[in-house]
């Protein structure tokens, strides 16, 4: 197939395009407008491979979006491009509401036009959502199935659920073969330092205070990425037109569990560190990085990560849990995630150590402390 990624500079994006083109063998045309979060260095070593192209442009861009389909003429969109940090969706949502809600129903248009004049033959529009839109569950209460009513919380979670809609609405009005999948919490290589797991990983790396809003009891779903990308295929291969497919990675925890867990993790690097094995934990730039990791350690000898936890204010409209029931896309594609909860975490937190040359581009340093780049 030749598959239309939208987004595919992000986190999952390019993980994604690395499992079609690597994994199996596809041909994939990359649409990014390379905002902040957007990382073309992740597909570097992908730029001279023939099944791989590069079109830099928005979703909300009709033209440039008809230019694109009439050029490559895919067989399937994978639909990946959005804003997706609820932080700053609370601070300002109205590229929330452009991108997300705009820019789909720009896609959507173009897609119909496309699909209605080549009448391609298996061609499928794949959205990818978030399991947020469907709001909050009680810690007893069941997991979200693919009958949940949807009850979003947040500008973020709402701009996905508008999106989910106008989808499930181009495929009963116009039949435009769509799919919608609903995933939990995703972690591993190449994520954005503001979200959780690497923030956290990153706050331990530089001796800064971690912040953890409330009280730490909201509960997640968490789901390594290359189970997802996996997921995501098998929908494209073998998910039925018109329906919604849940994914998750059985992994639920309280984010001040998963958070002590990670600065174990963590621990366990230093320990080795102590060893004289910094070199096994990060072979690139090992000198300087292990250098300077070394002496900040010093500064708190014996210490935990642990000791490094804060409480912060809680912020608005916090969900407090995300549970997925991801037996319908069990039972019907044969698709189960491989990785567990410890496996995947402490992957994820060698990775980040491993290429510290990949997560210090995102920041801003002042004197003693970081901040995400804006």
């Not at 902040?36 to 928005?58: M, S």
């Not at 106008?166 to 116009?174: E, F, G, I, N």
């Not at 560190?273 to 070199?279: L, P």
Request: glycine letters at 8%; hydrophobic letters at 35%.
């Amino acid at each position: 197939m030749k598959i239309l990624v939208t987004g595919g500079c992000g986190f999952i994006g390019s993980n994604l395009i690395r499992f079609l083109i690597l994994e199996k063998g596809e041909s994939v045309i990359n649409y990014d407008a390379l905002t902040y979060a957007a990382n073309l260095q992740a597909l570097a070593d992908l730029e001279r491979h023939p099944d791989y192209t590069f079109v830099k442009g928005n979703i909300c861009d009709q033209a440039a979006l008809e230019e694109l389909f009439d050029t490559h003429k895919p067989d399937a969109v994978l639909h990946l491009a959005a804003e997706s940090h609820v932080d700053r969706s609370i601070e300002g949502s109205d590229v929330f509401l452009e991108t997300n809600v705009n820019g789909t129903y720009t896609l959507l248009q173009v897609t119909l036009d496309y699909y209605q004049k080549e009448n391609k033959e298996g061609f499928r529009f794949i959205q990818i959502s978030t399991d947020e839109v469907y709001g909050s569950l009680e810690p007893d209460a069941p997991a979200f199935t693919e009958a949940s009513p949807y009850r979003p919380n947040s500008p973020y979670a709402a701009s996905k659920a508008a999106a989910d809609h106008l989808v499930r609405a181009w495929h009963s009005t116009y039949g435009l073969p769509t799919i919608i999948t609903c995933c939990g919490n995703n972690y591993g290589p190449n994520q954005h330092p503001e979200k959780l797991i690497p923030k956290v990983i990153l706050c331990c790396h530089e001796q800064e205070l971690i912040p953890i809003y409330g009280d730490g009891f909201n509960i997640r779903d968490w789901i390594h990425v290359e189970d997802h990308t996996e997921a995501l295929y098998t929908v494209l291969t073998k998910g039925r037109v018109g329906e919604t497919y849940n994914i998750g990675g059985n992994n639920e925890r309280q984010n001040i569990e998963l958070v002590r867990m990670l600065c174990k993790l963590m621990d366990d690097a230093v320990r080795q560190n102590e060893d004289g094995k910094h070199e096994g934990v990060c072979p690139e730039g090992t000198t300087a990085q292990g250098a300077l990791w070394a002496a900040k350690e010093q500064q708190r000898p014996g210490k935990s990560h642990e000791s490094l936890i804060t409480f912060v204010t809680d912020r608005p409209g916090h969900d407090l849990r995300y549970a997925i029931d991801a037996s319908k896309t069990r039972d019907e594609l044969g698709w189960e995630p491989k990785e567990d909860f410890e496996s995947g975490f402490r992957k994820t937190v060698q990775w980040y150590l491993n290429y510290p040359n990949w997560w210090e581009r995102f920041l801003v340093r002042r004197p003693g402390t970081w901040h995400r780049a804006v």
